[in-house]
């Protein structure tokens, strides 16, 4: 199990706004640049300007940022951070968007809180459905959030870092295996 | 569980005034009998007509299932081999080539499926995956080997098995079917049944249920012992309580 | 009395019906629960899991020179892209530079591993329109071709392992080549034999012209990629969109309808899709350069530099990537896997709608999914 694993360390400074930040920034919301992933602009955003912001993005003509192409769940050590990559069918523009909870926020036996985008965005819906199943993050309106690649009465989000795995008849440690 | 019990009572007795009236109903029961005494002789003819035609079920659930395709195909024909045709129902199948993983979502399906085939059927457990869990030993999902919820009769190994492996595992199979005998496959098969059905009422299993029935209608017919009925019982516990 | 009967009116009701996890269009497990009025098909829930074999969390328990063995199994009709997705975002992360002669393998095979993948498409997609016995044996005889071709440099039929880390595993020899060769002369042919039974057929026309028409709003709103996209008049097509290895220096178009397709146009874009693969096979071979086929990256003991990024390939089903997030460590942090058929399969909810009975393995076929690829 990789406890110790740490996720990659943010730069030192605060860097300059890139051409995402920029026209978010023109719009009235504030975000945050973090390290370039392989040359693509990363951004983190706070959860309560989201919607706005991935509207404004999709629907604005010169950053038309359409294709949805994954909604991750990521549970780094500190936060559980909901990431989203998004392409464009038309012009070439990729952009990292990322929504950093931390972990010291969210209330215990409680899971952290992001609004879904599936409201107007369909192609969030299985993503953010697949994201709560594994990593635990609860989208708020979000029309049907129910696990949707473990069974329906699974405990627990396996790619949490502190997940136990329930061991039953079917699959405890055969006695004649080798490991 | 076999039907030898009764056949060692012998036929149940019919009184000479209902003789007219009352159809011998353990004949089936003597069928399985003469069958059970002529089966050295039927047997090799009859299972090597079986071995010939087992046709599988369509059950594929990964990797595997593509090599079970492309042995269907005219390159690595199965149908030379009797399977001619894939059933798409497990009705009507007699064999069941558990191509793919089989995680923990799939197997009420699965278990469902084993129990829908007529008997005599047969399961061939096909890939690391259905054997013993495979690349996804430490997984979470995944039910680690097959054999943990049906039983299973060649286990054939490959990460996937190439299409002749998988003619290999059913010429084994085929060769496993000869040698067999029917009746003593059916008493055995019958105990390694997944789904134990439960009386409602008294938690046991109907199984026991059924063969304390049969036990106490053998000691009847033997003759001697009186079936106690359980209302008596109670009279006579009640009046010893008053007592 | 007659006009009395037909103003009689029947109270109906919705049925619904779960077409299980086991049936014969052997696309994997998909369970669908179906509500129906009749024979239109109302409202279509996709029940997906049946196949999650926790390969996320695979990622980030195995090595990374472990885990590149294990992925072919994420989509298994196109193990050679799926490789291709993680070897690029590794090489991205660690900034490994590939040999030319290794990019013109990897096309060459992965463009072999597209004709495969469309020819088993072919195949069962016939099968699940009733074409039971008699077509899949066609494209099945021409996709063994291939895969023997394939067995030799790779060592395996589906699971090739054959793309790593850094470059291709091994260099076939020169005959090899020729065998290649030999091959595309004669693919054209057999795509016409095959086009000859299918393409006018007028049970496969009724079946599969003005079923299943995808548009271009709904598919940009679902983040549908691939051939149903393309099909829908959008040409994304990420070869030529966000050329990666050395697609620009090959000359092919992007196979694109410009108007709303429905499923005969999306059968008709695989088939123009395999002759094009058949092409680039054939430039491959004569632009191959000589060279290493594998950059010097030790091997055991890998580790990539610690960063995070996204890579992407064009696979037979659309955009296949994956996001790696690395610590630097031996394993991974977080390996994201974006699947063209998870993405693509969730816009069968809109598509089926309005739909007889009938049509519904028709346009399931037609989207091309795997299962393995939409559970990981």
């Known amino acids: 199990m990789t406890h110790d694993a740490k996720p990659p360390a943010q730069p030192e400074a605060p860097l300059e706004p890139g051409q995402y930040g920029q026209f978010l920034k023109e719009h009235g919301i504030a975000t945050t640049r973090l390290a370039d992933s392989c040359g693509i602009e990363t951004i983190a955003i706070q959860a309560e300007h989201l919607p706005s912001a991935l509207k404004l993005l999709r629907n604005s003509q010169e950053v038309k940022l359409d294709l949805l192409i994954t909604v991750s769940g990521v549970d780094n050590n500190e936060t559980f951070d909901s990431v989203y990559h998004l392409w464009s069918y038309s012009h070439n523009n990729e952009l990292v968007l990322k929504v950093m909870i931390k972990k010291t926020d969210v209330p215990e036996g409680k899971l952290p809180m992001v609004p879904s985008i599936s409201n107007f965005w369909s192609a969030a819906n299985w993503h953010e459905r697949e994201t709560y199943d594994l990593v635990g993050i609860r989208y708020s309106g979000h029309p049907y959030l129910r696990r949707i690649l473990n069974p329906w009465d699974w405990e627990g989000h396996p790619l949490r870092r502190d997940y136990k795995q329930p061991v039953d008849g079917l699959n405890d440690k055969n006695p004649h295996s080798f490991r | 569980m076999s039907e030898g019990n009764l056949i060692k009572v012998g036929s149940p007795y019919v009184p000479d005034e209902l003789k007219d009236t009352v159809t011998l109903t353990s004949l089936d029961h003597a069928i399985d009998a003469l069958g059970e005494l002529l089966s050295p002789v039927i047997s090799p003819v009859a299972n090597l007509a079986r071995s010939n035609s087992v046709w599988p079920l369509t059950f594929g659930t990964s990797c595997c299932a593509i090599e079970m395709m492309c042995v269907g195909m005219s390159a690595f024909d199965i149908s030379r081999f009797g399977s001619e045709v894939f059933r798409a129902t497990p009705r009507q199948a007699d064999m069941i080539l558990t191509a793919g993983t089989i995680t923990r979502k799939m197997a009420p399906a699965l278990i469902t499926l084993y129990e829908q085939m007529p008997e005599p059927k047969y399961v061939i457990a096909m890939g690391a995956c259905t054997i013993t869990g495979g690349m996804f030993n430490d997984s979470y999902s995944v039910v680690q080997g097959v054999d943990r919820i049906i039983p299973v009769d060649v286990y054939l190994p490959g990460c996937p098995p190439r299409p002749e492996a998988i003619l290999d595992a059913l010429l084994k199979l085929q060769q496993k079917i000869r040698t067999e005998n029917y009746h003593e496959r059916k008493k055995r098969t019958y105990n390694q049944r997944a789904v134990r059905y439960v009386d409602y009422d008294t938690g046991k299993l109907v199984d026991d249920l059924v063969e304390e029935a049969r036990q106490e209608a053998d000691a009847v017919l033997a003759g001697g012992a009186t079936i106690a009925l359980k209302s008596e019982e109670k009279q006579a516990e009640a009046s010893e309580k008053k007592d | ?376």
Not at chain 3, 68 to 79: M, N
Not at chain 3, 146 to 166: K, P, S
Not at chain 3, 229 to 238: H, T, V
């Open chain 3, 1 to 376: 009395m007659a006009t009395e009967l037909q103003n009689v009116d029947l109270k109906t009701d919705e049925m619904i019906i779960n077409m299980g996890p086991q049936h014969p269009a052997t696309h994997g497990v998909l369970r669908l629960i179906l509500t129906l009025d009749g024979e239109m098909v109302r409202h279509v829930e996709p029940i997906l899991g049946h196949l999650h074999r926790a390969q996320e969390w695979q990622g980030q328990n195995r090595t990374w020179f472990q885990y590149q063995a294990l992925i072919d199994r994420v989509d298994y009709l196109s193990g050679m892209f799926t490789s291709w997705a993680m070897a690029r975002s590794c090489e991205q992360l660690d900034g490994i530079t590939v040999p030319r002669r290794a990019e013109y393998l990897r096309v060459l095979v992965s463009e072999m591993n597209r004709i495969t993948s469309h020819l088993l498409w072919l195949g069962t997609y016939l099968i699940d329109l009733g074409a039971m016995f008699g077509f899949p044996f066609y494209p099945f005889r021409e996709r063994e071709k291939l895969l023997d071709l394939l067995e030799e440099i790779a060592g395996q039929r589906m699971m090739f392992n054959y793309i790593r880390i850094g470059g291709v595993q091994r260099d076939p020899k020169a005959d090899w080549f020729q065998r290649v060769k030999k091959f595309t002369d004669e693919f054209p042919q057999r795509i016409d034999e095959y086009e000859a039974i299918v393409t006018e057929n007028p049970i496969f026309l009724k079946r599969t012209k003005g079923v299943g028409i995808l548009k271009q709003s709904v598919a940009k709103d679902y983040g549908v990629t691939g051939p149903c996209i393309r099909c829908s008049g959008i040409p994304l097509d990420l070869r030529r969109t966000k050329p990666y290895s050395v697609f620009p220096e090959l000359k092919f178009d992007v196979i694109t309808y410009d108007k709303e397709g429905d499923t005969w146009d999306r059968y008709m874009a695989r088939i123009l899709e395999m002759r094009q693969s058949n092409e680039i096979i054939k430039q491959c071979l004569d632009m191959m350069p000589e060279g290493e086929i594998m950059a010097k990256k030790q091997m055991a003991g890998m580790r990539i530099k610690a960063g995070e990024g996204f890579a992407a390939v064009e696979s037979p089903r659309g955009i296949l990537g994956c996001y790696v997030t690395s610590t630097g460590g031996e394993k991974p942090f977080r390996f994201r896997w974006r699947n063209p058929s998870f993405c693509n399969l969730s816009v069968l909810s809109e598509l089926l709608v309005d739909s007889p009975i009938a049509d519904i393995m028709a346009i399931f076929g037609s989207i091309d999914v795997i299962l393995p690829d939409v559970d990981r």
